[in-house]
């Protein structure tokens, strides 16, 4: 999925008027997905490994990452509301548990915890730990750039 800057929940792709059926917005979402992959390997390919990873943690990138989750929440009825019962269950709640188990590994106010997780935890993993107030985060470009 590719970020447009101008993409609002009225006019994103899968609230068309008229209304797509679940698997129509599914399609949709996988071939986005896809496209977003492809984005992600061609970058991969074409780039030294530290500047990938440091296009990887750009926030717009994660940011894309993550709106493929939130779209796929909107498949499915308000009866059988499919998307948004399978992103609760498998999406967001291994998150907060991952959360949980970082703040229980740090033991003192010095210590310091390299966390590394796929690129789709981040924008979540970020937020709970930007929103608890109790750690610190830093960007990876800090230690990818060696400032």
């Known amino acids: 999925m590719r970020p447009t800057g101008?993409?609002?929940?009225?006019?994103?792709p899968i609230r068309q008027p008229g209304g797509k059926n679940g698997s129509q917005i599914?399609?949709?979402?996988?071939?986005?997905g896809e496209e977003w992959a492809g984005r992600v390997q061609e970058y991969l390919q074409s780039h030294?490994?530290?500047?990938?990873?440091?296009?990887?943690?750009?926030?717009?990138?994660?940011?894309t990452n993550h709106r493929m989750y939130?779209?796929?929440?909107?498949?499915?009825s308000r009866e059988e509301p499919a998307g948004?019962?399978?992103t609760a269950r498998y999406w967001y709640y291994?998150?907060?548990?991952i959360y949980k188990?970082?703040?229980e590994l740090i033991r003192s106010n010095g210590e310091r915890i390299f966390v590394l997780y796929g690129a789709g935890h981040l924008y979540l993993l970020h937020q709970f730990l930007q929103e608890s107030g109790t750690l610190a985060v830093e960007p990876a470009e800090k230690y990818l750039r060696g400032r």
Do not use: D, Q, Y
């Not at 101008?6 to 994103?12: G, H, I, L, Y």
């Not at 599914?26 to 986005?32: T, Y």
């Open 48 to 63: 030294p490994i530290r500047e990938f990873l440091l296009w990887l943690n750009l926030p717009e990138n994660w940011k």
């Open 101 to 103: 188990n970082l703040t």
């Open 26 to 32: 599914f399609a949709e979402i996988v071939k986005r």
């Open 94 to 97: 291994p998150n907060p548990l």
């Open 6 to 12: 101008t993409e609002t929940w009225k006019t994103s």
């Open 70 to 76: 939130m779209h796929l929440a909107c498949v499915g």
């Open 84 to 86: 948004a019962m399978w």
